[in-house]
Nanobody
Framework: QLQASGGGLVQAGGSLTLSCAAS????????MGWFRQAPGKEREFVGR????????YYIDSVKGRFTISRSNLKNSVYLQMNSLKPEDTAVYYC?????????????????WGQGTLVTVSS
């Protein structure tokens, strides 16, 4: 089970760090992804981190602003979000998969957190 936290209200240009903690299992051996769903839109892939944390991948709209990290010892993954924009407003979800590779599709992730709301005001 995954539990995302850290969402809230922030002004444009501000920063937030989301956390995703695993319970009842371990994130070791799992590629961890972050997705988001803006109001009235489909859920979209944001980025992912490989099992050992050596590689990350981000969609263009967040590249250079968002950073995914993980601590397998703490059984957690993080999404550091800087220079936030109003268009980053969404419910953010963490997800896990044992499938290796890039993995950008929702269907490739089988364990999901409940989501945490990030609201960026202009």
């Amino acid at each position: 089970q995954l539990q995302a936290s850290g969402g809230g209200l922030v002004q444009a240009g501000g920063s937030l760090t989301l956390s995703c903690a695993a319970s009842g299992g371990t994130i070791s051996g799992h590629v961890m992804g972050w997705f988001r769903q803006a109001p009235g839109k489909e859920r979209e892939f944001v980025g992912r981190i490989t099992r050992n944390g050596a590689s990350t991948y981000y969609i263009d709209s967040v590249k250079g602003r968002f950073t995914i990290s993980r601590s397998n010892l703490k059984n957690s993954v993080y999404l550091q979000m800087n220079s936030l924009k109003p268009e980053d407003t969404a419910v953010y979800y963490c997800a896990a998969t044992t499938m290796v590779g890039l993995r950008v599709r929702e269907s490739e992730y089988y364990t999901w957190g409940q989501g945490t709301l990030v609201t960026v005001s202009s």
